[in-house]
C-alpha cells in the first residue's frame, strides 16, 4: 500500500492511502478506530494495517485532497546519510565543498541531520531566498521509515523494524554546508527537506536493492541509480544509528544520494528561483518540488 497524509478541500488533514490509480482514499471514514495521524498508525503496528488494506477498496475518493509530507512533523530529527554512493562521494571529494574528511568512501557511515522544520510536502515551494549564498543544491534520496522500535537493533534483525519507503529531497545550501564544517545549517534550513508522494509499505517491497531512484531538474535527468548501489545498506545503517540511539516509530532514515548533483558539474549548477525538481522511485511514485 501507498499510504498518504492529506488535507481535504475542508482544510481537515488526516491519513488515506492511494489506490491504483493514484487517487486519494479516506480510510477513516470507513473505520472510525483507526489514527488519524500517521506517526500514530505506524505505532498501532501490523494490525492497523491489515484494517487500512481490508477497507481500502470500500474507502470513497477524496476530491480536491492535497498531499502533504506523508509525516508532516517527525517527532525529531530526521537522520540522514552522507556520501552513501561511491560515486556521489568521488564528485563530493573533489568538488572543493568537502570540509569534513579526508577520505573519498567513508570507513563508516556518515550521519547527520535534519530539522523537522525542514519538511514540507509535495509541490511545496523550496525557499531558497533561505540561502545567502545562492548555493542550493537537490540530492533525491530514499528514505526508510521505521516500525517498531528499538535500541541495539543488530543487522540480521533490522529489515523486520522497517515500515516502509517514501522519497526525500536532502536540499542543501553547499557554501554552507563547506563553511560551517558540521552539517546541520547547510542542510537544516526550513523547506529544505521536501517528503512523500507517500510511504510504500515494506510488504510491497520484496528486495530493496531493485529500486531504482531518477532526478530530474527542469525536465532535464540529473540523477539515475539503483538502490543496490549503496556502501552502507539499510540494515547497516539502522544497526549503526540504533547502537546507541533508540529509534521509535515513525523515525525516518535517508539512505544518501546518488551521482548526479549540482556540485559535480564544472561549473556547479546550483538550483535557481523557478526551477523544477522531480525525483522518482519505482513503486513509491513521484516527489516534485518548485524552487522559489
Avoid at 144 to 161: L, S, T
Wanted: proline share 8%; charged share 20%; glycine share 10%.
Amino acid at each position: 500500500m501507498r499510504l498518504v497524509t492529506f488535507r481535504d478541500p475542508q482544510g481537515e488533514v488526516r491519513v488515506g492511502a492511494l489506490d491504483a490509480q493514484g487517487l486519494v482514499r479516506d480510510i477513516t471514514v470507513v473505520d472510525a478506530a483507526l489514527p488519524r495521524e500517521m506517526r500514530a498508525v505506524i505505532a498501532a503496528g501490523p494490525a492497523a494495517l491489515a484494517r487500512v488494506a481490508a477497507r481500502l477498496a470500500i474507502a470513497p475518493v477524496v476530491a480536491g485532497a492535497r498531499l502533504l509530507a506523508p509525516i508532516p512533523r517527525p517527532a525529531k530529527n530526521i537522520f540522514c546519510v552522507g556520501k552513501n554512493y561511491r560515486e556521489h562521494a568521488k564528485e563530493f571529494a573533489g568538488s572543493g565543498f568537502d570540509a569534513t574528511a579526508k577520505e573519498v568512501v567513508p570507513e563508516a557511515p556518515v550521519v547527520f541531520s535534519k530539522p523537522p522544520t525542514a519538511v514540507i510536502g509535495p509541490g511545496e515551494p523550496i525557499p531558497s531566498h533561505l540561502d545567502p549564498t545562492a548555493s542550493v543544491d537537490y540530492e533525491g534520496e530514499l528514505a526508510v521509515v521505521i516500525g517498531a522500535g528499538g535500541r541495539g537493533i543488530r543487522r540480521a534483525e533490522a529489515m523486520r523494524h522497517v515500515f516502509g519507503y517514501t522519497i526525500v529531497n536532502d536540499v542543501t545550501a553547499r557554501t554552507l554546508q563547506h563553511r560551517h564544517r558540521q552539517w546541520l545549517i547547510g542542510k537544516g534550513l526550513d523547506g529544505f527537506c521536501p517528503m512523500g508522494p507517500a510511504i510504500l509499505t515494506a510488504d510491497e517491497v520484496p528486495e530493496v536493492g531493485a529500486l531504482h531512484l531518477r532526478t530530474w531538474v527542469n525536465g532535464e535527468l540529473r540523477q539515475d541509480a539503483r538502490l543496490a548501489d549503496l556502501i552502507f545498506d539499510i540494515p547497516a545503517l539502522i544497526e549503526t544509528i540504533s547502537a546507541g540511539i533508540t529509534l521509535e516509530p515513525g523515525d525516518i532514515i535517508a539512505t544518501g544520494t546518488p551521482a548526479g548533483v549540482g556540485i559535480g558539474f564544472q561549473p556547479p549548477r546550483f538550483l535557481r528561483a523557478g526551477d523544477v525538481v522531480r525525483i522518482e522511485i519505482s513503486g513509491i511514485g513521484v516527489l516534485e518540488n518548485p524552487v522559489e
